[in-house]
């Protein structure tokens, strides 16, 4: 795609729009528990006001339905920013209408400002004509660093930026694609991906557009459960997706047809509800008994896994392989994480979960790459085209 980024613009004294993800965790007193979203964006708001852009920040907070919900405004994301960049951060009371454009236009090169909630409006996320028009009428440049928000179609992120002469990626955005993109288009090899999660159902199109690319394949947590079921496997209580057999059957047809490796869980630890102090145990992963659930690879699957991650050069990760948050069942996502940030490979690791999984670890830091989207890196590597990056392509 014909993409430009940001440093590829002349800024000076110009409009620049910058959709980013400030889409923060808050506490019940409104404070910010976690800034990763903030900070990752600081690297394309700084190069703007270098340049003499006048800084115009827009960003949705949570899920207020097209309602003004004050829990939900981002002026906690306004101060947060303001002390990261070292320079006031002026806000905005709404993302649209004369006060905002007058706002806009007071603004000197160098200043930021930042819009209020852009889904306070319903026709955000309706992608609604008029509304990117108005967005759009406070630019000369739009760019997008969102890249947590590039697979939905809303007027922020899509509609406006038909409207706006010159358009660019953000320095986060392209470091997401880039990532990415090597590691469809080039990876280094062995290449090797790590699945997990609860469902088949969310990541089947990751499995199927991937299975053709990678060296080798490791599915674990729920998910894995269907996989195993499917061979005729007694998965205990364990839950299923039935409706996804046929595609699971399919994929380990293929998989063993074309040479490409796929790992499932070959012992389980199970227990009979999921909480700490419960009792545990470890058995075949075909043979857990009725009423017991599945709820983390066995020490013979973490010693497979973890041998088979040590081998790749190229590792792309999205979902733990247990339920990581249950002490005794974390051991699992514990020791892949472990092995992956001690494994010497390119690293690329997508999805709450597993991004909360490295930090509870303290493994974070020794990632090559976290993404900052999960559901827009899950479908990048699914092969769909992100509505937000196919914008950007002149």
């Known amino acids: 795609m014909a993409i430009r980024t940001v440093d590829e613009l002349d800024l000076k004294g110009k409009r620049v729009f910058v959709r980013v993800d400030f889409n923060v ?18 690297d394309t708001i700084r190069y703007v006001r270098d340049k003499g852009g006048r800084v115009i920040v827009a960003s949705h907070l949570g899920r207020p339905k097209g309602k003004r919900v004050p829990e939900m405004s981002v002026v906690p994301a306004a101060a947060r920013l303001s002390e990261l960049l070292g320079a006031p951060v002026k806000t905005a009371s709404d993302c649209v209408g004369p006060e905002v454009e007058r706002a806009v236009e007071a603004l ?51 509609g406006m930026v038909r409207h706006v002469r010159e358009v660019a990626a953000g320095f986060l955005m392209r470091k ?44 674990g947590g729920g998910m894995a459960n269907t996989f195993l079921w499917t061979q005729g496997f007694a998965v205990g209580a364990s839950k299923v997706e039935a409706d996804k057999k046929e595609e699971a059957s399919k994929v380990l047809k293929e998989a063993s047809s074309a040479g490409r490796k796929i790992l499932l869980p070959e012992d389980v630890v199970i227990a009979q509800k999921i909480e700490t102090g419960t009792e545990t145990r470890v058995v075949p992963a075909d043979r857990i008994p009725e009423g017991w659930l599945a709820l983390d690879i066995g020490p013979k699957s973490r010693e497979r896994f973890c041998a088979e991650i040590r081998k790749a050069r190229t590792i792309v990760w999205n979902g733990p392989v247990g339920v990581f948050e249950v002490e005794p069942f974390a051991e699992g996502t514990r020791a892949v994480a472990r092995a992956v940030a001690e494994s010497g ?42 509505p937000g990056v196919a914008a950007l392509d002149r």
């Open 108 to 158: 000197k090169p160098g200043e930021v400002l930042l819009l209020e909630n852009l889904r306070f409006h319903k026709e955000e996320e309706a992608n609604d004509p008029d509304f990117a028009k108005a967005l759009a009428a406070l630019a000369d440049v739009y760019v997008n660093d969102a890249f947590g928000a590039a697979h939905r179609a809303h007027a922020s992120t899509e």
């Open 176 to 219: 997401e694609i880039r990532y990415l993109e090597e590691a469809l288009r080039d990876p280094q090899r062995p290449f090797l991906t790590i699945l997990g999660g609860a469902k088949v159902s969310d990541k089947i199109g990751v499995v199927r557009n991937l299975l053709p690319k990678v060296d080798a394949l490791l599915i």
């Open 345 to 386: 490979a390119v690293t690329i690791v997508g999805g709450g979960d597993t991004v909360a999984a490295l930090e509870k670890a303290g493994l974070k830091d020794r990632i090559t790459h976290v993404s900052t989207g999960g559901g827009a890196s899950l479908e990048y590597l699914e092969g769909r085209v992100l």
């Open 25 to 42: 965790p808050l506490d019940k007193e409104g404070r910010i528990t976690d800034d990763t979203r903030i900070r990752a964006s600081l």
